[in-house]
């Protein structure tokens, strides 16, 4: 989708060719490929360095013994104590990359994704960009999170063309697996702890380890931009810790500049899908083993289809922070002393990270089956669960029928999709809804969800509450795929949204509106700092060119032939105005004033079963404990729920007459009274 200022250069006519890494691996030895001569061509600046050696250069660093020093006075420990505890803290955390368990992991994974995937594409030419950028800075790779394999398939990938294998943020969990964490350590994996709280000598050792590497060029640094793996398949709000480290070196001057390099990595079916949603719906996520891993041996049985790798343009630190920051404000101390970035900085960083989140989406490939799971969630919505058998889900006509209508609607708005031109269409949706046969089916031409029909041996029957939980299993399994294309048309449907809900059609009516959405639901969709306007001005583009509306420079109206389009959109932003009403209707309740995360989540998701089995709800989405969290988020951000000063760590109260107006404005009851959040 095109977007003003767009950094990645990208343009929707602009189709770059994929290439299938499987086909060759299909044709020729794996061990042939494993054992070939790997001769990458470097960062041109970088001295060549061992891992050992770059772990003295971090301890021996002048930052590293100022800091020290610091924590040594601060705790009454001697400083050659403090330093062995770095030393500890280093050895720990930092990678051991090999050559030779490169070659090991390269002739595994070749077995291995050609029992997983039918074909894993690459763009060409971005392998090209890539290339050229690593020989003229240190680069930084940038990839979405959607499963565990997305490590893994890039450094194969690098390997196979011959790039610099990465170094790679890790969570220190992977580190604790039996023989797997050295594997990984020694394939450029290096481990962070997932809680670092205020240990200042953690935070020291590990920033001092990343700009090292960066300002040495050792290697390509690797890590994702938005922390953690997306349980919804959707992206993620980004975290700056890393983010901060990585272009410190740039900021200080202490090289001429950084790429950025946003990689999209887009699966039509991803290993974890049920356990994911599993997550979603309370169960503790299962602890990384060896033997974990070996039990989920029978994943090696199943398809799951195609896998695309986009790497996107290298993106110039240097170009798109000019007249941004000052980087002067870092020449005023020693570079080695610690430097609390300056708010304009702070701004610059976050802003940089929207824009890698941003180019991430508009590379990501669609399936079929992510157009057809936003058609199959919207039929499920409006049937009863408790109807009959021929009346529950869609027809397969009325399917093919929609799906082939918004096929078009989605290239019309700048989607990337992997349709193949020379399969009958009809035969491109059967085999999308075969890849899906644990959560979908067809039966006597109804395209219904796959409930899980079964529990434990044993277990007796399944209470009404056991029979919610199965059915919101499937709808958030289906959600996820429908997740991967809502970046495609969430401005639109916000737009869509707010012409339905504002009293007449004054446009600067309308764009408060669209301004109070976009507020709102930031912590679930990534819009970019400072671009609300450009973002209103895309979305009327977008919908006056399909038709669903009509602008002026005074009147933004909904004509009668736009209304399928419209009330698509809108269908598409329920699952989300649902939940964030089921949580605004907890947090009024007399009985919460202070209440923590903990409490709240399982309390929102006792009511919203309640009022699913009685039919006030028919959202099962609202079920999803990330939703919920997000929507606590987005209330402490606009100030309807405060942390107060006398309360225990974690804890919150709940401003009733605050969170009633949001409620309000957002069902169409109030109008926009207050101007929305000026970052957007």
Not at 288 to 307: F, H
Not at 446 to 457: A, D, I, M, S
């Amino acid at each position: 989708m095109t977007t003003c200022e767009d950094p990645s250069g990208y343009r929707p006519e602009d189709e770059d060719e994929f290439m299938d890494i499987l086909e060759e691996r299909r044709r020729s030895s794996d061990l042939g490929h494993a054992l070939r001569t790997f001769t990458p061509s470097p960062y041109k600046g970088a001295p060549p360095l061992s891992a050992g050696a770059l772990n003295r250069t971090v301890l021996e660093s002048q930052y590293l013994r100022y800091v020290t020093k610091e924590v040594a006075m601060e705790t009454g420990e001697s400083v050659d104590l403090v330093r062995e505890e770095a030393s500890g803290i280093l050895e720990e955390m930092s990678q051991n990359l090999q050559l030779g368990f490169i070659r090991l992991l390269g002739f595994t994974l070749s077995k291995v994704f050609k029992r997983l995937f039918s074909h894993i594409n690459i763009n060409q030419e971005g392998l090209n960009r890539l290339q050229q950028a690593i020989q003229e800075s240190p680069v930084i790779l940038m990839p979405n999170h959607r499963s565990y394999v997305d490590f893994l398939v890039l450094s194969y990938i690098l390997f196979t063309y011959d790039l610099p294998i990465p170094v790679i943020a890790a969570g220190i969990p992977l580190m604790d697996m039996k023989m797997v964490g050295e594997i990984l350590r020694r394939s450029g994996a290096f481990f962070i702890r997932r809680t670092i709280g205020s240990d200042k000598l953690y935070w020291a050792v590990l920033s001092e380890y990343v700009k090292t590497i960066v300002r040495t060029g050792y290697a390509p640094v690797e890590f994702y931009v938005e922390g953690l793996r997306s349980r919804t398949l959707k992206s993620l709000t980004p975290k700056l810790g890393m983010m901060h480290m990585v272009l410190e070196p740039f900021f200080k001057g202490e090289v001429y500049d950084i790429r950025l390099v946003p990689i999209s990595i887009s699966y039509d079916r991803v290993l974890e899908e049920s356990l994911l949603a599993h997550e979603l719906l309370g169960v503790p996520k299962p602890r990384e083993t060896t033997m974990g891993l070996l039990k989920a041996r029978r994943v090696l049985e199943e398809d799951y289809g195609s896998m695309h790798v986009y790497f996107g343009m290298p993106l110039s630190v240097r170009q798109l922070t000019k007249g941004r920051v000052d980087r002067c404000e870092y020449n005023l101390l020693p570079r080695d002393l610690p430097h609390r970035p300056s708010v304009e900085t702070q701004e610059c960083v976050s802003w940089l990270a929207q824009q890698v989140i941003r180019v991430q989406e508009q590379n990501s490939i669609l399936s079929p089956w992510s157009l057809m799971a936003c058609l199959v969630l919207q039929g499920h919505q409006n049937t009863d669960p408790a109807g009959e058998e021929q009346e529950k889900g869609l027809s397969w006509e009325l399917l093919t029928q929609k799906t082939l209508w918004l096929k078009g609607l989605a290239i019309s708005f700048g989607a990337r999709l992997d349709w193949p031109d020379q399969l009958p269409e009809i035969q491109v949706m059967a085999s999308s809804m075969a890849l899906h046969r644990s959560v979908i089916r067809c039966r006597r031409g109804r395209v219904t969800l796959l409930e899980e029909e079964e529990g434990p041996v044993g277990a007796g029957p399944f209470t009404t509450e056991e029979g919610v939980v199965r059915r919101a299993r499937a709808v958030l399994m289906v959600a996820a795929y429908r997740n991967q294309a809502l970046h495609v048309f969430i401005r639109p449907a916000m737009l869509a949204l707010a012409v339905h809900t504002t009293q007449g059609s004054r446009r600067e009516d309308i764009y408060s509106s669209f301004r109070f959405l976009l507020d709102l639901f930031s912590n679930d969709f990534i819009f970019i700092t400072g671009r609300s306007s450009q973002d209103f001005e895309e979305a009327c583009s977008l919908l006056r060119k399909c038709g669903a509306v009509q602008t002026s420079q005074q009147e933004v109206t909904s004509p009668e032939e736009g209304q399928s389009t419209t009330s698509f959109l809108r269908a598409l932003l329920q699952p989300f105005i649902d939940a964030y009403q089921v949580v605004f209707s907890h947090l009024c309740v007399e009985e919460v004033e202070v209440f923590t995360e903990r409490q709240m989540v399982p309390a929102v998701r006792s009511l919203a079963t309640k009022l699913l089995l009685s039919g006030e709800l028919k959202s099962y989405e609202a079920l999803s404990s990330d939703t919920q969290k997000n929507v606590l988020s987005a209330l402490l951000r606009l100030g309807a729920v405060t942390r107060p000063r006398t309360a225990e760590h974690g804890e919150f109260r709940a401003n009733k007459p605050a969170i009633r107006r949001l409620a309000d404005t957002l069902a169409g009851r109030l109008p926009v009274q207050t101007a929305p959040n000026p970052r957007l």
